[in-house]
């Protein structure tokens, strides 16, 4: 299968700094994003995808996960795979609440959990949150991957890995959320998405502790120019970080909203690799004792000055 990549420019790459932070560690608020472009050919044709691509042609998205990473280096933090390795056994399992708890062990020793949840209570019962594999089905017509979506990838994975590789898959609509909660206040939060081109879901919302939200906007790019050019975008996939400014910026809560991108569709959208990061560990600078031999120095010179003092 080819993968043909369309209009990839640094824009594609972005780091965009929020504002300087006031805790301890003096760290700046940052949004980072990476999108490939992807076009999947049609599904139910000879055209279809039939292999996903790995972060060895996911570059952009590959980058900004790193950079993301890379600011984290002082808190704990956690990636879910969604793969049966970490408990995630149950697939296609729709028609009732998904509810999965994962857990992160701080450097301190305690414990965030993240809950992730949907309540998958739409009036149509084929809108769910689901764990999918690659080569599986959502939707009984066609493979998650033909349709766009499939697991995130590193590159030294073979063709059945790829396939076999799991994600967390929301088949859309009016009324879906996607909610991930955490026991205690985390600082950061990035994932990486997939098949998001038709607009359903242009961002996210975080809940801080004290109750107030603050709305992430995904730099997707537009669609509509490709459509009018008779071209179809499928199978792009992005990264998105956002690390907190502050102890107040810390958050609860991640909620994502998905809506009808035109009337009458639901959207199917993918998610995988995601990272949650407890906050920063509280840095104590140790006073140094005073060197002995400037003490000396500071006794000599003080004896001098008391012994010319009784003179006078």
């Known amino acids: 299968m080819k993968f043909k990549e369309l209009g990839l420019v640094s824009a594609s790459l972005a780091v965009s700094l929020l504002g300087m932070g006031i805790n301890s560690s003096s ?24 292999d996903a691509p790995d972060l060895g042609v996911l570059t952009n998205s590959y980058a900004a996960e790193q950079s993301f990473l890379n600011a984290l280096s002082d808190r704990s933090f956690r990636t ?22 994962y857990d992160l062990i701080k450097a301190d020793g305690d414990t965030v959990t993240m809950n ?4 998958n209570k739409n009036i149509d019962k084929s809108l769910n949150t689901t764990l ?8 009984d017509k066609n ?20 396939l076999s590789n799991q994600f967390l898959n929301t088949n859309a ?10 026991s205690d206040a985390v600082s950061a939060f990035g994932f990486y998405g997939t098949d998001f081109e038709r607009g359903g879901l242009m961002g ?20 509509q120019p490709y459509k009018d050019r008779g071209e179809t975008i499928r199978g792009t996939a992005f990264y998105s970080g956002y690390i907190a400014d502050s102890v107040d910026d810390y958050f609860t809560e991640v909620r994502f909203d998905i809506k ?35 003490l000396a120095v500071v006794a000599v010179v003080y004896g001098i000055a008391f012994k010319r003092r009784r003179k006078k």
């Open 27 to 50: 760290a700046q608020a940052a949004s980072y994003f990476g999108e490939d472009i992807q076009e999947f050919g049609e599904p139910n044709t000879n055209q279809q995808a039939t």
């Open 80 to 101: 879910v795979n969604f793969e049966q390795s970490e408990g995630f056994t149950e697939l296609d399992k729709k028609n009732e609440p998904f509810n999965y708890d």
């Open 116 to 119: 992730i949840f949907d309540a």
């Open 132 to 139: 999918q594999k690659t080569n599986g089905k959502s939707n």
């Open 143 to 162: 493979t998650n991957l033909a349709g766009g979506r499939y697991g995130i990838s590193d590159a030294e994975l073979t063709k059945e890995q790829r």
């Open 173 to 182: 609509g009016s009324d879906s959320s996607l909610i991930f909660r955490f």
């Open 204 to 223: 996210y919302e975080l809940t801080r502790a004290d109750g107030n939200t603050k709305y992430i906007n995904l730099n997707l790019t537009d669609a």
């Open 260 to 294: 009808d991108a035109a009337s009458g569709t639901n959207d199917i959208v993918g998610f995988d690799r995601m990272t949650f990061a407890a906050a920063t560990m509280k840095k104590f600078v140790k006073v140094p004792e005073p060197n002995t031999g400037i």
